[in-house]
């Protein structure tokens, strides 16, 4: 039996003991009819200016630490402009702040209507395939390899476990992560500090950890065990932020084919934002499949400023100072799409792809980021069989223990010492970004240390070259490239008596040759 199937069925076990009256798929519960109208975003014209920030004073005072100005993007949508809409039979579900609008279920006729109004700037369809990055779900994250891959024990040797660091996890349920093993530890010590659940805003703070409408609902308690997961019993660490504190928020529906709507997901970023969070995980994104296919999203629009959803991150980024992590997708082997999937397009935010436990190339469903981009996704990767939605807590964890290190970094320099703590950097490429993160360089760069030299430039001719290295391994990770970033096929290539042969292919510029402990780049002339 596998360890990710053994630990999920001792966890599923443990919490469905713990909780009898859950409520399983096929309960008896009453029916809620969906309105058949289509979702939209209505965009608003300006807002009342007297209005105060809708921020608690732990967000301003973060603000002021990080010298982040307050702007209009903090106070509030329109309470005039609510009324208005109110009045007309039109009834907001969700306000952005950010975005300076609301979302609603128009009928053609109020689409017409609301149009009309002087404050009203235009209407966009609201996205309502937002996915949860994550393959099947079939048992509990293989952690244990993965925090050997980031040489977790350099954290824990400096007693960087996430202490003081408040993280936000945007997912779909948190079943039984009250009950689970692995996380005891935190509810133990009350680290989960706000949970709201914006699918269903009657349930309470216990019912969102009891209720099992689809395994859907489980994905969120396994992201926050790649976060901050430590089973004493199996005497296995499955997270680094063990000492890190919570605030959940549910934007998905699981009984829905695992998909969300992001009018949830920005109402649960500007959520966490009045609180003061800085680091938030997110393991939902979109890809494709609207409901109305005119209204699809093409992959040359995974460009970081089409989707309102990624504006609203760059938003958070830029002006709020918030790290937003988030899987890179899983449509790497979807060879009608391939590509990250939206927020992850954004720039600001840090797009995390899966790699082998091996050789740490791309593994085959891992998005790769988009030719047409003027900037490198996914940023980094670390190792994960199951889905991006799993590496991308991980490095949330990585995050925190910076984060605790130093609290006075801003969330751009955070994401910039996880860059450059990365294996290949600054080698990077649109396959694993800059490579997997490693505690032990992440370490040298808070200590403002030089990093060993583990990178080097080599100028070749003709088509092919033999490489002379120094590895114990018996095959390695190459990169073929067509420009100093973007990769034409990645391949593992065996090594012969201390030498690697290189073949070079007719668009192929740069090659990357990865030997984990050292980087070389081949530059064709």
Not at 376 to 401: D, E, H, M, Q, R
């Amino acid at each position: 039996m596998t360890l990710r199937l053994t630990v999920f069925l001792g966890l599923l076990t443990s919490v469905l003991q713990a909780q009898p009256n859950v409520d399983r798929p096929g309960a008896a519960r009453p029916s809620v009819a969906r309105p058949d109208a289509p979702k939209y975003w209505i965009l608003l014209r300006d807002k009342d200016q007297a209005s105060a920030p809708a921020l608690s004073q732990q967000s301003i005072a973060q603000r002021q630490q990080q010298n982040l100005p307050l702007d209009e993007t903090d106070q509030p949508v329109s309470a005039a402009y609510l009324t208005q809409f109110n009045q007309a039979g039109i009834h907001p579900i969700c306000q952005s702040r950010w975005l300076n609008a609301v979302s609603a279920r128009l009928t053609t006729e109020q689409q017409i209507r609301v149009l009309a109004m002087p404050c009203v700037k235009g209407i966009q369809p609201i996205d309502p395939a937002i996915v949860i990055t994550s393959i099947n779900l079939p048992a509990n994250p293989q952690m244990a390899p993965v925090m050997t891959q980031i040489q977790a024990p350099d954290f824990a040797q400096a007693g960087l476990t996430g202490r003081f660091v408040n993280i936000g996890v945007i997912d779909a349920g948190f079943f039984g992560a009250d009950s689970a093993n692995a996380l005891k530890h935190v509810f133990a010590r009350q680290g989960v500090k706000r949970v709201r659940d914006y699918v269903n805003e009657k349930k309470t703070h216990d019912n969102l950890f009891r209720t099992l409408e689809t395994m859907s609902d489980f994905h969120g308690t396994e992201v926050m065990a790649a976060i901050a997961g430590n089973d004493p019993l199996e005497n296995i660490q499955f997270g680094l932020a063990t000492d890190a504190t919570f605030y959940l928020a549910r934007t998905d529906q699981g009984n829905r084919e695992y998909r969300g709507e992001e009018d949830n997901w920005v109402a649960a970023m500007e959520w966490m934002d009045s609180l003061g969070v800085r680091l938030i995980n997110t393991s939902l994104g979109y890809a494709k499949g609207m409901s109305n296919p005119k209204e699809n999203y093409e992959p040359s629009q995974m460009d970081g400023h089409t989707s309102l959803i990624s504006r609203a991150a760059q938003i958070a980024a830029d002006k709020k100072g918030i790290l937003i992590i988030v899987s890179a997708g899983n449509e790497g082997d979807d060879r009608s799409w391939r590509i990250i999937s939206t927020p992850a397009d954004a720039q600001g935010v840090m797009a995390i792809g899966a790699t082998n436990s091996r050789l740490w190339n791309r593994i085959g469903y891992s998005s790769i980021g988009p030719e047409n981009l003027p900037y490198l996704k996914p940023n980094v990767s670390c190792f994960s069989l199951y889905g991006t939605s799993l590496s991308a807590p991980v490095i949330t964890g990585f995050a925190a223990c910076i984060m605790q290190a130093n609290p006075k970094l801003t969330n751009k320099q955070v994401m910039e010492i996880i860059e450059k703590s990365s294996h290949l950097y600054p080698y990077g490429n649109n396959y694993v970004g800059y490579g997997v993160p490693q505690a032990s360089r992440a370490l040298a760069l808070l200590r403002n240390k030089d990093l060993a030299g583990t990178v080097r430039s080599v100028k070749a001719t003709g088509k092919t070259l033999t490489l002379p290295i120094e590895t114990t391994e018996s095959i390695v990770s190459v990169f073929h490239k067509k420009d100093a970033t973007h990769v034409l096929q990645q391949e593992a290539t065996k090594v012969t008596n201390g030498k690697l042969v290189l073949r070079r292919s007719a668009d192929e510029k740069q090659t990357t040759v990865d030997l984990k402990k050292e980087v070389i780049e081949v530059v064709w002339e």
